[in-house]
Nanobody, 119 residues
């Protein structure tokens, strides 16, 4: 079993900064990538940022230059530093970890943490 525990959600003013954390625990095998997705009100879940085991990162166009994803491999933890937050960043943010399980890549998801950006 793998558990993902997210922390850092909350209320933040537009233009401000905030950081999310997600720690993976349990039976951790080889992690391929860790990332963050979000689902805003009335919207589909979308990729925000992702980082591979080798450190390669990808970002949604909407957050490029404002958000930074990083990871601590020793702690199996991924972070999302969010700067210059906008109202449209309001969403439930989900941590995602993709790792090998039985020879097949498998996605694990956190329970989600709410980030609300206010004006």
């Amino acid at each position: 079993q793998v558990q993902l525990v997210e922390s850092g959600g909350g209320l933040v003013q537009a233009g401000g900064s905030h950081r999310l954390s997600c720690a993976a625990s349990g039976t951790i095998s080889s992690i391929n990538a860790m990332g963050w997705y979000r689902q805003g009100p009335g919207k589909q879940r979308e990729l925000v940022a992702r980082i591979t085991s080798g450190g390669t990162t990808i970002y949604a166009d909407s957050v490029k230059g404002r958000f930074t994803i990083s990871r601590d491999n020793a702690k199996n933890t991924v972070y999302l530093q969010m700067n210059s937050l906008k109202l449209e960043d309001t969403a439930v943010y989900y941590c995602n970890v993709n790792m090998w399980r039985g020879g097949v890549p498998y996605d694990y998801w956190g329970q989600g943490t709410q980030v609300t950006v206010s004006s």
